[in-house]
């Protein structure tokens, strides 16, 4: 997926997170990836806060939306603060976005650059990002639900 990430800055930022899940494991395991987190309780600010953290100081920057409850109301419970900072990084052409779990979610990010959806947020899917990121997985997938109207059923590669 990602051209080669040698000699590359790479930062991780895990939403719904407030420490290392596997993933974020996994990519500094495989690419020394910096992690940075804003768990769904963060406060007003906190998603400025870290994207001024972030800055231009990485090459690239792979971002995962994580533990978000399975039920649309309250947005799967992802606070606005999570949406705002995901809508701000996603619309960069260096950041690659993993939502980890329903696909239903995506609708809350209607400029996404680089969009990858996992189904589930386990460690297994997590490795199979991974593998992704590396190049091992081609990517077949396509969605079998509309979304919004950007995202309808059959849209992916």
């Known amino acids: 997926m990602l051209d080669s990430l040698q000699g590359k800055r790479i930062?991780?930022?895990?939403?719904?997170?407030?420490?290392?899940?596997?993933?974020?494991?996994?990519?500094?395991?495989?690419?020394?990836?910096?992690?940075?987190f804003l768990n769904y309780t963060a406060g007003p600010g906190s998603a400025?806060?870290?994207m001024n953290i972030?800055?231009?100081q990485y090459d690239v920057v792979i971002l995962g939306i994580h533990q978000y409850k399975k039920y649309p109301s309250a947005n799967f419970g992802v606070s606005m603060e999570g949406i705002n900072l995901f809508n701000a990084l996603s619309k960069?052409?260096?950041?690659?976005?993993f939502v980890f779990g329903n696909p239903y979610l995506i609708s809350n990010f209607p400029d996404t650059k680089n969009l990858v959806i996992c189904y589930e947020d386990d460690d297994l899917?997590?490795?199979t990002a991974l593998r992704?990121?590396?190049?091992d997985l081609v990517p077949k997938g396509t969605l079998p639900?509309?979304?919004?109207?950007?995202?309808?059923f059959g849209a992916g590669q």
């Open 11 to 36: 930062a991780y930022v895990g939403i719904g997170l407030s420490k290392n899940n596997h993933f974020a494991t996994l990519l500094k395991d495989n690419f020394n990836a910096d992690s940075y």
């Open 48 to 50: 400025d806060s870290l």
């Open 54 to 56: 972030l800055g231009t």
């Open 92 to 97: 960069q052409e260096n950041v690659y976005s």
């Open 125 to 127: 899917m997590q490795e």
């Open 132 to 135: 992704f990121i590396q190049g």
């Open 145 to 152: 639900v509309t979304v919004s109207e950007q995202y309808h």
